[in-house]
């Protein structure tokens, strides 16, 4: 591996060999259960027979068609599935190749939309603080992750920040969570009049925040909220569920549990589960008629969007979603871990939350429950969590920098929907196996 451009120079990190159900193998045999799903991906778990049958029946008809040229049946298959299943009046979808794709593509679109509307001067986006959107340059200046954003600044859109939904640092004793939810909503509105609701042409939003706030949901209220000030001041609401999205949470969109619909919608890891590298921007058939009405063309694309043997997985991984009946399975299993964690971790002195939806959860780490104080960051409690647990056999995704981007510790669990009861169990058990060895 002398060649290879890691992410950490300095890691040394054993080599996969082969994978099964919700285990991954390294070359020495040694087993890890796989309770992230690698970034909220693995959905299926391992060697599912269905998709790797789908994906070598493609490769045998033809792998690539540029679609410049040809649309393929597999594009068009999964398009209609998606959109039969999708909120509201979302009609089309746009694939790509993965989450920051997705997100780019919804940025563009959204300023072309004005722009064939007629209405120029909106291009500003607001998004949340402590939010993740993804690591291309449009994307990244959306997300309010400031550790992620501040060596790239320079480079970087200007966009605005307002509160996260987040209830355990955000709400005050004084409130009930659905007066929180309210006021910080109520943020969106005050930051539209403060640049000019003529400038602001989007909302980008995770209906729950993944990997910088570690699954955290939103109050009841917020969203429809949210929903009401976009449509009084003629913003276009983003959703991106490329990682809460796709079943992950307990409903293929996470938005539907909000009750709501918007706009444009981000998809991704659970929708390839990765199998193979996809992603999709949907739109509303009045965004897209928008389009089609005027230039006719979105002025955007990669070489490899509607992938014919990415869309046959795609194709293959939504069906199994919802025909194996795995909506229901990530409710109830989802529940069962939440509870297991709750037992185990609910009076810890160092766990201060537990949250998220479906088998979508995370755990806050603090240095004492009662105060909420987290622990200094040059202790990187979260780095040595992560490594003690795959020491012990439980690939998890811990982050720093919870609360602002530098203070705080959260572990994000999200494992694959086919977890059992005995899975459960592990999961817990080497978790906290590796919070102890740690704290």
Known sequence: MAHVFPRHTKS???????GKGCYLYDQNGKEYFDGSGGAAVSCL??????????????LDNVA???TSFFTSQQAEDLADLLVKHAPGDIDR????????????????????????????????VIARRQSYHGNTLGALATGGNQWRREPFSPLMIETSHI????????????ETAYEYGQRVANELEDEILRLGPETVMAFVAEPVVGATLGAVPPVEGYYKRIREICDQYGILLILDEVMCGMGRTGTLFACEQDDISPDIITIAKGLGAGYQP?????????????????????????????HPTACAAGLAVTKAIIDRGL???VNEMGGKLKNALNAQFGQHPHVGDIRGRGLFLGVEIVADRATK????????????????????????????????????????????????DAQVDEVVGKLDQAIQTVI
């Open 12 to 18: 040394n990190l054993p080599t996969i060999a082969s």
């Open 45 to 58: 778990g391992h060697g599912d027979p269905d998709v790797t049958d789908a994906i070598k029946q493609q």
């Open 64 to 66: 690539f068609a540029h």
């Open 93 to 124: 979808v746009y694939f790509v190749s993965g989450g920051s794709e997705a997100v780019e593509a919804a940025l563009k679109l959204a300023r072309q939309y004005f722009l064939e509307a007629g209405e120029g001067k909106r291009h500003r």
């Open 163 to 174: 509160s996260p939904c987040y209830e355990y640092r955000g709400k005050s004793s004084g």
């Open 278 to 306: 996809i992603g999709a921007m949907m739109c509303t058939s009045s965004i897209y008629q928008a389009i089609e009405n005027g230039s006719g063309f979105f002025q955007h694309g990669h070489t490899y969007i509607g």
């Open 327 to 329: 909506l229901d399975r």
């Open 373 to 420: 104080q987290p622990f200094a960051p040059e202790k990187q409690i979260n780095k040595h969590i992560k490594k003690a647990s795959f020491e012990a056999g439980l690939a998890c995704y811990p982050m720093g920098g919870t609360i602002d981007g530098k203070l705080g510790d959260h572990i994000l669990l999200a494992p694959p929907f086919i977890i059992s």
